[in-house]
């Protein structure tokens, strides 16, 4: 059975060709010295294939030490770039933070300050220095897992996938809504308002995890949903991705109906499922998957929780952490039938995911009915 890594399909090189560089499959590519592709590398993003004399045909960016070290040299510079600016953010939100500290003022009670330190203060500036370390411990011996993991990336964003393209168009169109009518009047509608939860409308815990609180909140958990979607879908297909969404979604609205008081909305806890089965999926075929990706896994589920720590008055832990244990668990129950990624679902799998996306529908058809539908025609 093929893996991820044979179903990139590389162009042919024409045998004159020696270096050469490739924008876009629709031109022909631009041939070149050693030094000038170097240099192309080192200064532009856009490169969609080169050629060396090394191989037979065009290869992936990265994929070798030659092509790698002008990439990796460009990251660094790019790190060291951004890192001003990050310091800058940092120091700003710090200032901030302090003066709450000695202020009475209302933003101090919501902790809405904290939260805008740590995801554009701390958060870039830990992984501006963390990368940078990681760079630093590149070399012609070990390159071949950073290589890895960018023929990896590669194979993800390969093909167009128009179920999450359609998936995080609803989320959004769904949010657009929530601002006509008023944040507050549509949390209160569909949200996960616990004491009229318990009452009897149990479907709330459904629609809550499709509407979300803010543009800060919908911006985070759509550019997430889609790159932590992609992936899930690459690795084992659309019906997993449907299966660990809505059951994690449900368990971590689960949770926090059960351990907190205050009113949830968010797809974060479907989202922590997703991160929670990429992790333990990339842990069953550790030999075939990066290993980079089950850092990277942990790392986020890490800046989340220290999210969580700091702005713990307006995150949603319980829903946090129950999601990401229902796809935990969706991970465990995944039997290793095959050694290979992508993994091929089996008929129940199909079945459930099919379910799961009627499910989906129907919570976005109760948002519907349950939209404030007056103020929506300005009555």
Sequence with gaps: MKNWEDEIILPKKAPWIEYAYWLDTK?????????????????????????TPEHDTFIIPGSDFITLEPILIKRRTN?????????FWTILF??????????????????????????????????SIYELSILK???????????????????????????????SGIIILISIFQFIVGLNNSIES???????TKSGEYWRLLTCIL????????????SAMYSIGKMVIRISGVSYFLIVFLASGIIGSLFSLILLDETSVGSSGGIMGLIGFVLIIALKFKNDIPRNIIKSMLTTIALVGMVGVFAFDIIDNAAHFGGLLGGVV??????????????????????????????????????????????????
């Excluded at 569909?190 to 009229?196: F, P, Q, R, S, T």
């Excluded at 509407?211 to 759509?222: K, P, R, T, W």
């Excluded at 089996?346 to 109760?366: A, E, P, Q, W, Y």
């Design 27 to 51: 031109t022909s590519p631009t041939e070149c010295s050693e030094e000038e592709l170097y240099n192309t590398l080192k200064n532009f993003d856009n490169i969609m294939y080169v050629a």
């Design 79 to 87: 790190i060291k770039a951004n890192l001003k600016f990050t310091i």
């Design 94 to 127: 710090g200032f901030f933070v302090l003066s709450s500290l000695f202020s009475e003022e209302s933003f101090h009670s919501s902790n809405t300050i904290y939260l805008y330190f740590i995801i554009f203060g701390i958060i870039p500036l830990l992984s």
């Design 137 to 167: 411990k590149i070399n012609k011996v070990n390159c071949i897992k950073e290589s890895a993991e960018i023929k990896f990336e590669f194979w993800v964003q390969q093909k167009t996938i128009i179920s999450i393209y359609f998936f």
């Design 190 to 196: 569909m949200g996960l308002v616990k004491e009229i």
């Design 211 to 222: 509407v979300h609180g803010g543009f800060l909140h919908i911006m985070f958990n759509a």
């Design 330 to 379: 969706i991970g465990l129950l995944t039997k290793k039938k095959q050694k290979n990624i992508p993994y091929k679902p089996n008929r129940l799998i199909k079945v459930l995911g099919f379910v799961s996306g009627i499910i989906l529908i129907l919570g976005i058809i109760l948002i519907i009915i349950k939209f404030p539908h007056k103020l929506i025609l300005g009555i």
